[in-house]
T-cell receptor, first 117, second 109 residues
């Protein structure tokens, strides 16, 4: 039973198209994230949601729109895809760090590889 | 914002020890983590250390934290070919974790 699952695993599309990636977690966590990993393996946070509320929005173009219908789901919609959007997008979840309570460990999905032609 | 830096590549012989280093900038980071990424997979937590600790040992893994220099290291004893992966250092506070650039560990049989 996969803890953090994202679909699709692979996505190949043309420049200018719009695409979505879906993520679901069954861990009961209250925080979910989208990370982007580029071809050099650098990992950068894009968005973070806590209980469906956006709490982190790193300087990401507004072509990227996250949506969290409930705390177990966080989807990512990308409009007008560009070549530079090609990357692996990782969804992750965690229980929000509480002093002395937990470690804030992130649980990652397997990634969605987006290729823009 | 937080910056986390690592060297990009490390090559060791099977059976030797590996030491992966990391520096970070935000002294208020509560936890420091080491994640492992195998090819085609997501990241998995390997170990972590709380910011008020200096050292943590977990089987073949030893984490050392120097808070004054904001330096973190991961030592893998008796490195095996299965340890070949990318290792990410990460620094976290409340609601945000910043990852380092990742160190690709190559283990030569």
């Amino acid at each position: 039973d996969t803890a953090v699952s994202q679909t699709p695993k692979y996505l190949v599309t043309q420049m200018g198209n719009d695409k979505s990636i879906k993520c679901e977690q069954n861990l009961g966590h209250d925080t979910m994230y989208w990370y982007k990993q580029d071809s050099k393996k650098f990992l950068k946070i894009m968005f973070s949601y806590n209980n469906k509320e956006l709490i982190i929005n790193e300087t990401v173009p507004n072509r990227f729109s996250p949506k969290s219908p409930d705390k177990a789901h966080l989807n990512l919609h990308i409009n007008s895809l560009e070549l530079g959007d090609s990357a692996v997008y990782f969804c992750a979840s965690s229980q929000v760090l509480v002093a002395g309570g937990n470690t804030g460990e992130l649980f990652f999905g397997e990634g969605s590889r987006l290729t823009v032609l | 914002g937080e910056d986390v830096e690592q060297s990009l590549f490390l090559s060791v012989r099977e059976g030797d020890s590996s030491v992966i280093n990391c520096t970070y900038t935000d002294s208020s980071s509560t936890y420091l983590y080491w994640y492992k990424q195998e090819p085609g997979a997501g990241l998995q937590l390997l170990t972590y250390i709380f910011s008020n600790m200096d050292m943590k040992q977990d089987q073949r893994l030893t984490v050392l934290l120097n808070k004054k220099d904001k330096h973190l290291s991961l030592r893998i004893a008796d490195t095996q070919t299965g340890d070949s992966a990318i290792y990410f250092c990460a620094a976290g506070g409340y609601q945000k974790v910043t990852f380092g650039t990742g160190t690709k560990l190559q283990v030569i049989p």
